[in-house]
């Protein structure tokens, strides 16, 4: 049941390390950041896809970029992270419920 959301949580961790590595070395092509990532070059090209596709990168002719809108984006990460940790804990509380009313006798 928690696979999935492990699952994503994988790849936003992959789409965020791409993102860093863009930061700290635009413009950079796809073979420069699968070297710094260790990922292979269709996951960093996905990766990519997704980034542009929020507007937080674009192509360039010698590489990845930020947007003019990635400030504005990227300072909302901070805000959307804390709400999915609170959810989170809610979650966490739910099921520490279930498991300690799974284990009274009936």
Do not use: Q
């Not at 990168?57 to 504005?72: D, Q």
């Amino acid at each position: 049941m928690f696979r999935r959301v492990e699952n994503e949580l994988e790849i936003l961790e992959r789409h965020l390390n791409v993102l860093r590595v863009v930061i700290e070395n635009e413009p950079i092509g796809i073979l420069k950041i699968s070297e710094e990532t260790g990922l292979s070059s269709h996951k960093v090209r996905y990766s990519l896809r997704i980034l542009e596709h929020f507007g937080i990168i674009e192509p360039s002719p010698h590489g990845a970029v930020l947007t003019k809108r990635a400030p504005e984006i990227i300072s909302r990460f901070e805000e959307d992270l804390r709400e999915i940790s609170e959810r989170v804990g809610r979650v966490e509380k739910i099921a520490r419920e279930i498991a300690e009313n799974f284990k009274k006798p009936y």
